[in-house]
């Protein structure tokens, strides 16, 4: 067995994990136990090889969700999809209820230097779900995207700075 300490912040996800520290900006540090079975952390999810966070926080911009995923864990950031399966998993994470909520922020914006979206990493894409009308050729919509769960999983453009996205976090699962 191997123990990975994994940095998380304080919300209600978190009620009932076992909290090791507690730091004045209100990051936990909890000590998980993965391996070949467990290969994510407490209340993540696992899906074809990534661990998935799912935090029931609405985000009003695309930086203070990427500061959010990236303060989760240093292995951890905004969604990005590979592919059809994956943007179909994810969109059974977003809630449903009022429209303002059932959109997902991705990880995935309009890069001028690359004249096209890329992914958080700077990656180009090699999978894409735009719904009709969208992507490049809607900017005047914004250069963020997020994923539409009442779409089937279709991706609209959204402005960085207001836009209105769940939350959901992604890293790597852990490999033995």
């Known amino acids: 067995m191997l123990a990975l300490a994994v940095i998380k912040w304080s919300n209600s996800v978190y009620a009932g994990a076992k909290v090791l520290k507690t730091d004045v900006a209100g990051a936990l540090c909890v000590l998980d136990t993965l391996d070949s079975t467990n290969r994510c952390p407490t209340d993540w999810v696992e899906n074809g090889g990534s661990c998935y966070l799912t935090l029931g926080t609405v985000v009003k911009s695309y930086s203070a969700g990427a500061a959010l995923c990236e303060r989760g864990s240093s292995?951890?950031?905004l969604v990005r999809v590979d592919?059809?399966?994956?943007?179909?998993?994810l969109s059974t994470l977003v809630p449903t209820g009022s429209a303002a909520t059932?959109?997902?922020?991705?990880g995935f914006y309009y890069s001028p230097r690359h004249d096209q979206f890329v992914w958080q990493s700077g990656d180009l894409p090699t999978y894409s779900s735009w719904s009709s009308g969208n992507g490049k050729q809607n900017l005047a919509?914004?250069?963020c995207a997020v994923l539409d769960s009442t779409t089937s999983g279709s991706w609209s453009n959204a402005p960085c700075d207001q836009l209105t996205g769940n939350l959901v976090c992604e890293m790597p699962a852990f490999v033995v």
């Open 75 to 77: 292995d951890s950031h």
């Open 83 to 89: 592919s059809e399966a994956e943007n179909t998993f």
């Open 102 to 106: 059932e959109n997902m922020l991705l």
């Open 141 to 143: 919509g914004g250069s």
